[in-house]
Every structure is written in C-alpha cells, then in structure tokens.
DNA sequence: TGTTTGTCGATTGTCGACAATGATTACCCT
DNA sequence: AGGGTAATCATTGTCGACAATCGACAAACA
C-alpha cells in the first residue's frame, strides 16, 4: 500500500528491513516464522540480493536469526529471554542514568518535564500508543547522556526487542494514569541528583514495567507464567 | 591455511570474513583503512557480492563499520573508544561474575585452576601470546556460567574489540608473573563466594589491565615487550 | 519390514553485469 | 582568474542467473 518508488535517499536494502520490521511489529510475520528470501523478493518486488542485505540488517537488530544454508526466522521470545532482557535492561539502565546524573542541566529537565506533560495528556486521552513513544522517548533521552555510545548502542538494541515483544501481546496491563505517574516518579528521582535514589527507581521502574504491563506477578524462584495462548 | 579450494562447510562469505578478521588483527590492514569491495574482490578472488557478506559479518562484530554509499572503513580506536570499552567491560564482567557465583561447583575451580597452573608455566616461559589466550579462557569461562546469553554475547564482542586493540600495540607493558598472580587472587576471590569481594576485584583487575597492559600509567620494575608482527 | 542409498526439488550461496549515486575534474561564464 | 556548473569517473547498490547444498521421498537391498 505505501509505495516506496519515490526519492530514495536511502538504500532499499534499508526500506526493506524497516517494512520487514513494521511487519513482525503488526503481527502479519509471527514469531519463528521462515523468512523465505525468494517470496520476499517476490512480495517487494526487488531481487533475492537485496531481500539478504535487509535480513542482514534486521540480523544486527536481533530481529532475525540466519543459521547457515538453514534460512533465516524471525526471533523468538520466550519467557527466558524476557529475563535477560529485563535483567540487561535495568544494568544498563541504571548505569546510563547513572551515568547521565551529571550532565543533566536545567534544559534537560525542561525537556524531560515537556514529555512528562505530554503523558498525563495521552493518559487522558487514553492512547496507549502513544504514551508507548513517550515512554522510549523519555528514557532514551536520559541514556543519551550518559556518554558512552556502546551502552547506548546495547540500550536501543534492547529497545527494539522490548518494541517488539510488546507489539506481540494481546492486551496491557497497565493503567494509563500510574504509567504518568511512574515517569513524574522517575523525574523526580533525577531531580535529586542522587546516584543510589536515581539507581533505586530506575530498577523499581523496570520492575513496575514488568509486572504491569507484562502481567506478571511477583518474580518466584520457579517461572509460573502462563503465557502460552 | 590460505587456499581455501578445499571443501567449505562454511559460506565462503565466512571465511573470508574470518581472513580479513586475521589481516587486521596482524596489522596488514591499518585502522580506518577503507575497504574497497572490488579491491577485496580481485585480492580474495571472489565476486563483490560475496566481499559484501563478508563486510556485513564484521560490521556486525564492530570491526568495520560502513556508511552508505560511502564504503566501509576498519573500526578506529580512540582513547574515547578505549574508555568506554573499560567501562563496560567492568560493568558486564563484575555482574556476570557476580551471577555466576552461585553456579559456581568444585568441578569450575578445578578447571580454573588448571587455567592458572598453565599461566604460572607460560609466565615462566614468558610466551606471551599463550598467556594472553589463557587470559581471554579465564574470563570467558566464569562469564559462561552467568546464564544471560545476552550479555555473553556482549561480552565475546567486547574481547574481539579488546584483542583488535591489543594486536594493534607495538607493545606491551605488563610483568609476566604479576599477570599470573592477578588471575590467582580472582580465583581466591571467587572462592570467597561473597558477591561484593569478587565484584571487587574484578574491577581492580580491569584497572589493572589497563594500566599495565595499556600502559597508561607508568610501570616500574616490567619490562616492554615488543609486540611481534 | 526396516534400513540404506540415490535422485529430485527447494532454497541458500555465489557470480558477473548493469544502474544509481558521490566525488573529481574540466570547462565556461562573468 | 575565480567560482560555479557540467561532464567523467570511481564506487556502491541492485539485479537476474547459475552453482552448491540440504531435506524429503522413493527405490533397492537385507
């Protein structure tokens, strides 16, 4: 439906891997499923070439893996890679924020107050998709000032694979107005200009995401999630 | 070793990616050296395409990184880049060791023991290379048992930029025998099985890597050794 | 009947050629 | 002569075709 034969800047290569990203995000490409490279030349109309040059890429991201002359399938999550995901998460999170603590000037504050704003009124107005760009908006902008481009990089690539399990839930499980909430708490935290406190919420944040939005309880020793459909 | 007309389990795009890997790694390609696909081509003699592959390999290990239609050039190493590769090595190392520590049976000990038995040997033969390979064994086997396939893989890809650094040196700066004594006293801390003892250490050990080995502080009584090839 | 082996189709890997784009040079106009 | 513009050249991006390999099915053998 969107035709790309427009101005390229940007090799297709490129547009290809982000309609491909699109497509897992919407759920027309499920989790596991091959990525045949000759019916999806077919379906873009380019050739097999650049159909590889975009798995590649989506390959960097994590989207998909390609095991040798075996095809290339779209990632899976299960419940333990949500694990390591969280774990990885709130580690690199904490030290970005951390990290960022001293660099944060009153216009950073500003900015952040604008998005923190910005919340409470898609809360009111109850999109959720938007308050989900908010959200990464919010943090990513705190990570970027942590000056360390490898930890950013591990953090956008661990945002990408968040983006991409929560596309695939059925439902949230989050109230609209604790999610503002949370990031007025965040905020706040930053304002104090203390490492431990911002540390503490940040990991309590991270937590809160996981219990709410992902449904589950309390982290026991044993996984008891029920998951499956 | 080099003629690879024999029978390739592997894709070629593989092999050469591992070859080019080799040829920076031996300094016969300098950092920021561009990488010219119709040069690397005619060199490797195989088609553009398959150098391509190859390219998009490393750059997924951050060797090489590429800009659209503005080729690809070998990753480069700045202080900036140095620092912030100790930076999250430190925190990955001391969170994977520290979650490896509950892991940990006597049948590890035994084998990492073993790991700094053989160090004490190669100290004493001063053949550095077998120790810098003990080295990466010692840490990469604790890191094993972190259960996180995340931040293992980060961690491989921190070592490959680490060595990529190292192999650039025209020389290093450590004692053989304070080398093997660093790698007693990490094992004498993860016996310890106390989390903040070990996580500890291994940050004095990174710090220590990196004054000695690095030589960013000015070392006494060791002797330069001159980086062959 | 169960196992091995050979053949075939499907799919990935590799190739060389063409197209599009960026950089460089040569040229023209004032 | 200088600055801007058009021709050119080098290099990456894309293409369609061929080759190598894998998986499945069928045939032969015990």
Redesign the pocket.
């Given at each position: 439906m969107d035709d790309d034969h427009s101005?390229?800047?940007k090799?297709?290569?490129?547009?290809i891997a982000d309609q491909l990203k699109k497509k897992i995000w919407n759920k027309e490409i499920e989790f596991g499923e091959?990525?045949?490279?000759?019916d999806l030349?077919e379906s873009f109309?380019?050739?097999?070439?650049?159909i590889?040059?975009a798995l590649k890429i989506l390959e960097i991201e994590e989207l998909v893996i390609?095991k040798?002359?075996?095809?290339?399938y779209v990632a899976t999550f299960t419940e333990k890679d949500l694990d390591e995901i969280i774990e990885l998460r709130t580690l690199i999170e904490t030290t970005a924020f951390s990290k960022a603590l001293p660099k944060i000037e009153a216009c950073h504050f500003n900015a952040l107050e604008k998005i923190t704003k910005e919340m409470k009124i898609k809360a009111q107005a109850q999109d959720w998709k938007a308050l989900f760009d908010l959200d990464v908006q919010f943090h990513r902008y705190v990570v970027d000032l942590c000056d360390n481009s490898r930890i950013i990089k591990i953090y956008d690539s661990l945002q990408v694979q968040i983006r991409t399990f929560l596309m695939h839930l059925d439902q949230y499980y989050s109230s609209f107005h604790s999610f503002y909430e949370e990031h007025q708490a965040l905020l706040e935290a930053l304002k104090t200009k203390d490492s431990s406190v911002v540390k503490e919420k940040v990991k309590n944040h991270i937590v809160y995401v996981e219990e709410k939005i992902l449904g589950r309880k309390e982290v026991e020793d044993d996984k008891v999630i029920p998951n499956q459909k």
């Open positions: 101005i390229l800047q090799p297709l290569s490129q547009l091959r990525l045949l490279e000759s030349a109309d380019v050739s097999r070439s650049t590889r040059e390609s040798a002359r075996k095809g290339t």
